[in-house]
């Protein structure tokens, strides 16, 4: 079993994510102490355990310590990707995978930690996510769609994606589907120059707001952009959402690559400041001269440590979740990702991949201990640990009826 120090870095929920998404595809074990133990209120939130309960499914994982709260888990998957019992159903019933998940958090998030899972499961999953879209600290759905999958695509994997709701903090009500196709092999990639600069795009988009303030948006940023000589087009529009809310995205396309860049509006925020904030992004990379902008690059690792062969990035800035990415990855493959660069500088990344997963069919774990699938199934999907006792589970686990497969 493996053990991580969860607060590394800024001390979020990427170290979470990324073991969990780590521990499926290897099915090695893992316990994680100090969960969010920096933030005002550390340990899990709703959001997190959505996805514990979500990846534990596909490997019919043992878990322990899933309460609201909880700084310590333990996670054991006991089968391969696909062999849990939704992927087993699927298979024998010859059908798709759908999973129809509804998270107080970002979607975006639960997204990237359930394609890579997905992707190896050998089967095609559909996937209904409810929650936050748009959210200052979490990529955009334009984020994904724009720039991450399109270079994932590159690599072998597919996917499609489409957004039929925005949400925004802290109600969500976000809405996007996704289709996940199985991945046979992952192709390294070369995305150590970008090329020369060919064109800008980008959308200016309001919800239950009057459009002049996507207009506002868009002008400013048009403004701002002007003296970079080549072709700059944004649209403007408006898209359903449960409450107000506003944002604009710009993606600078090269020769190469692409990068994204996103600003959300909020309350006492001028559409002006909105504009600014996302056209000094894009500038800031722009002189950084990377393939790749820092967000986009820490969201590859995970993806690339499963290609046949070395990978190759160019940055524009060496971030924090880069670095404390790489070491969670080096965790579980040694030596997998190299960094050429100091903090907040420009740099280089290699990562050396390891090639699909090749994970055992069984988890070793001992008998006496309860599968979280063991469980009575009329419980609620999170118990504390005297409700489990005196049910007959064990303390801390989950019974994941909130995640339905038909």
């Not at 050998?122 to 748009?134: A, K, M, N, Y």
């Not at 190469?256 to 860049?261: A, I, K, L, P, V």
């Amino acid at each position: 079993m493996i053990g991580i120090d969860a607060s590394w870095g800024n001390g979020g929920g990427l170290v979470l994510r990324g073991a969990l998404t780590l521990s499926v595809l290897t099915g090695r074990a893992v316990r994680l102490t100090r969960i969010r133990a920096r933030r005002t209120s550390p340990g899990l939130k709703l959001q997190h355990l959505r996805i514990v309960e979500s990846l534990a499914r596909l490997c019919n994982a043992f878990v322990d310590g899933a309460a609201i709260g909880s700084q310590t888990l333990v996670f054991e998957p006991r089968h391969a990707i696909g062999r849990g019992p939704l992927g087993d159903a699927g298979r024998e019933a010859g059908k798709d995978l759908v999973l129809d998940i509804d998270t107080p958090g970002s979607l975006t998030l639960l997204l990237q930690t359930l394609l890579l899972p997905l992707s190896f499961s050998g089967q095609v999953s559909r996937l209904r996510l409810i929650g936050v879209t748009h959210a200052p600290r979490s990529p955009a759905y334009e984020n994904l769609a724009w720039s991450w999958l399109p270079q994932l695509e590159r690599a072998g994997y597919r996917a499609e994606l489409s957004l039929q709701a925005a949400g925004f903090a802290p109600k969500g009500g976000g809405i996007v589907h996704a289709t996940i196709h199985p991945a046979a092999a992952i192709a390294p990639l070369d995305l150590a120059q970008r090329g020369a600069l060919l064109r800008i795009t980008g959308r200016s988009l309001v919800a239950c707001l009057d459009r002049s303030v996507a207009e506002r948006q868009r002008l400013h940023v048009m403004a701002r952009l002007h003296g970079l000589d080549v072709p700059v087009s944004i649209d403007c529009g408006a898209i359903p959402a449960a409450v107000p809310g506003a944002f604009i995205v710009l993606q600078a396309e090269f020769e190469h690559s692409q990068q994204s860049f996103f600003a959300l509006g909020e309350l006492g925020k001028p559409p002006e400041a909105v504009a600014a904030e996302v056209s000094d992004a894009l500038m800031s990379c722009l002189e950084g001269g990377g393939a790749v902008d820092s967000h986009l690059a820490s969201q590859l690792l995970l993806p690339l440590s499963f290609a046949d062969g070395d990978s190759e990035l160019s940055v524009s800035r060496i971030s924090e979740h880069m670095l404390v990415t790489a070491e969670l990855i080096d965790r579980f493959f040694s030596d997998a990702v190299v960094i050429n660069g100091r903090l907040g500088e420009p740099g280089g990344l290699i990562v050396h991949g390891r090639g699909v997963p090749q994970v055992l069919t069984q988890a070793s774990i001992p008998e006496s201990v309860e599968s979280v699938n063991s469980l009575p199934k009329n419980l609620p999907w999170s118990v504390g640990p005297a409700q489990a006792r005196a049910r007959g589970g064990h303390p801390g686990s989950i019974v994941l009826s909130s995640l339905g497969a038909r």
